[in-house]
């Protein structure tokens, strides 16, 4: 699975927009990019996930560029308990493969 | 709701007992499930495949003989941590799915694990 970089912090004030980026540059043709999210001592949530196509769900939209060598993960009205980790993942659909886990992305939402 | 049903959430226990997790898929069969282990500020780690039926696979550096995998369903998985000792605590998490067209893999809500 294609490796993925994130930046380790980022904070957001409550009720904005929180953009959420990730690098992927050697992204395969047919790998998925998987965001999760992770609240303080729970398992990792599922967001989204796309493969080329701009995708939105009630939680989130997903932006992947053309190149598919980045994306970002778009929280539109943040909350508080949006606070979380935020993983960026690379990976085939369908496999039966375990997901891969980076570092993430610490989002603080601050009132 | 929840798609993967982990138990215990908590477990307080004395040094050189074994304790066993539950992981299980509530609205669909899972061949193969995942343990991870996540340390604190740290982040997840796979300790093992989990696959019906069969021998789990495990990742270097875990203990086969320490970390008891059984999939004996396609529902569920257990996880038994046996003799444990205090090195052995942390945050255990399995999860299962994502195998299928446009199926994402879910998570359960994790074992906080201490040994005392």
């Known amino acids: 699975d294609a490796k993925t970089t994130q930046p380790p912090s980022m904070d957001c004030a409550e009720g904005r927009a929180a953009n959420l980026p990730c690098n992927h540059s050697t992204i395969s043709g047919n790998e998925y990019v998987y965001w999760y999210r992770q609240i303080h001592s729970q398992g990792p949530q599922y967001i989204i996930h796309g493969l080329k196509n701009n995708e939105t769900n009630e939680m989130a939209s997903l932006i992947i560029t053309e190149d598919r060598k980045s994306s970002t993960l778009i929280l539109p009205h943040a909350t508080l308990r949006d606070t979380a980790v935020y993983y960026c993942i690379v990976r085939v659909q369908g496999s039966a493969r375990q997901l891969t886990f980076g570092s993430g992305t610490q989002l603080t939402v601050l009132p | 709701g929840a798609v993967v049903s982990q138990h215990p959430s908590w477990v307080i226990c004395k040094s050189g007992t074994s304790v066993k997790i539950e992981c299980r898929s509530l609205d669909f069969q899972a061949t193969t499930m995942f343990w991870y282990r996540q340390f604190p500020k740290q982040s997840l780690m796979l300790m093992a495949t989990?696959?019906?039926?069969?021998?789990?696979?495990?990742e270097q550096g875990v203990e086969k003989d320490k970390f008891l995998i059984n999939h004996a369903s396609l529902t569920l998985s257990t996880l038994t941590v046996t003799s444990a000792h205090p090195e052995d605590s942390s945050f255990y998490i399995c999860?299962?799915?994502?195998?299928?067209?446009?199926?994402?893999?879910?998570f359960g809500d994790g074992t906080r694990l201490s040994i005392l």
């Open positions: 989990s696959n019906e039926g069969s021998k789990a696979t495990y």
């Open positions: 999860s299962a799915g994502g195998t299928g067209t446009g199926q994402p893999q879910h």
